[in-house]
C-alpha cells in the first residue's frame, strides 16, 4: 500500500497524462478541488474533454446557475462555464479523455 496526499499534486489532479500523477493514463484525469468562499475560476471550455464535476461539500454558482452538495454537473466539449465558490468548496473533478493543453478561454485563447 502506498500512501500520498493531495497536496502532493498540482491543484488536486492526481491522475491523468501529466506529472506529478499516482496513475499515468490519457484515458481520464481526475482530481480532489478544494476551494475557500469567494475563489473564482475563469470562463472556460475544453476542445475534447468531458468534464464531470461531483459538488461534494458546499455551494458553487457555475453559468450563473447555483449548485448544492450532491450535484453532479457534466460539461460536453464546447460548453464553457465559469466557476464560483459561493461557501468553502470540495469537488471530485473528472476529464474524459486525458488531453494536453486541451482548456481555452473564450476566444480559443489556450489557458
Same mark, same amino acid.
Given at each position: ?5 493531495? @497536496?502532493?499534486?498540482k ?7 501529466? @506529472? ?6 490519457q484515458?481520464?484525469?481526475?482530481? #480532489? ?15 475534447v474533454?468531458? @468534464?464531470?464535476?461531483? #459538488? ?12 448544492? @452538495? ?42
Amino acid at each position: 500500500m502506498k500512501i500520498h496526499s493531495i @497536496e502532493e499534486f498540482k491543484g488536486g489532479w492526481f491522475i491523468g497524462d501529466f @506529472e506529478p500523477n499516482l496513475l499515468h493514463t490519457q484515458m481520464f484525469e481526475a482530481a #480532489v478541488k478544494y476551494y475557500r468562499a469567494g475563489d473564482v475560476d475563469k470562463k472556460h471550455y475544453h476542445k475534447v474533454a468531458t @468534464e464531470i464535476t461531483v #459538488v461534494v461539500s458546499g455551494t458553487v454558482r457555475m453559468n450563473g446557475k447555483i449548485y448544492d @452538495e450532491g450535484t453532479v454537473i457534466v460539461m460536453e466539449p464546447g460548453e464553457a462555464t465559469d466557476f464560483e465558490a459561493l461557501t468553502d468548496v470540495r469537488n471530485v473533478v473528472i476529464k474524459v479523455p486525458s488531453v494536453k493543453g486541451d482548456k481555452y478561454e473564450e476566444g480559443g485563447v489556450p489557458c
